[in-house]
């Protein structure tokens, strides 16, 4: 009974197959591969609406100061560096005009420093107690230990507005007062791969000054940007 009856199981079964063979096929959306369903790469015309790269390098971004670079952009020369500031000869003077003149001069001394990578005034100026200039040393570090550079347009604008004597318990003896206008610059940012220009800032300064070994040096400096 059972070899008779296989050869009309066989036929029954060949009856079927087209039709299995098209459900296997008819899959619905949420049942094909993952990969197909995540496939954001943009169409070719998006591709084409990308803003292309400049000779430089640089490609625009929604801020129309910041630009994405597509490689290393060299250093302006040394000639475009800023030039080294010399430690003022009232400095060696143990009065409060010393006191100023060195607080004038730190803010060449910063800008140097920046421009060149060239920390070598900036510590012997300003004493580890200072936090604000252990900050900044690894902002100007960066520039001798990367491809990172500023350049900066012109010189700080200085306009000392007080004086103040410390009392005892304070850090230093005298503390000086002073608006200063940060010239616009322009900074490449070699690990984020970023050109960006920056405009000139107006910072107040409160820079505290002791007299040691013979020369005026920053001990606390406190820094706001004012409108």
């Known amino acids: 009974m059972s070899t008779r009856k296989l050869p009309l199981l066989i036929a029954i079964s060949l009856m079927f197959a087209p039709a299995l063979a098209a459900c296997a096929n008819d899959t619905t959306p949420s049942e094909q591969a993952p990969q197909a369903m995540s496939d954001n790469k943009p169409t070719e015309t998006e591709a084409k609406n990308e803003p292309a790269a400049d000779e430089n390098g640089l490609i625009p971004t929604d801020d129309p100061n910041v630009f994405k670079a597509t490689k290393i952009l060299p250093r302006p020369p040394e000639s475009a560096q800023y030039p080294k500031p010399e430690y003022p000869a009232l400095g060696y003077e143990n009065s409060i005009y010393g006191a ?117 040096v920053i001990v606390d400096l406190g820094s706001e940007v004012i409108p």
């Open 100 to 216: 100023e003149a060195v607080a004038i001069y730190f803010e060449d001394m910063v800008v140097h420093a920046y421009s060149t990578g060239d920390t070598t005034d900036f510590e012997a100026i300003c004493t580890s107690a200072a936090e604000w200039c252990r900050r900044q040393l690894k902002g100007v570090k960066k520039v001798t230990e990367t491809d990172t550079w500023y350049k900066f347009e012109n010189a700080p604008e200085v306009t000392v507005t007080g004086y103040g004597v410390v009392p005892d318990d304070g850090p230093g003896e005298y503390s000086i007062r002073m608006e200063t206008l940060i010239p616009a610059s322009t900074y490449f940012n070699s690990q984020k791969m970023t050109f960006s220009k920056h405009p000139q800032d107006k910072v107040l300064r409160h820079i505290f000054l002791s007299y040691q070994d013979g020369r005026w």
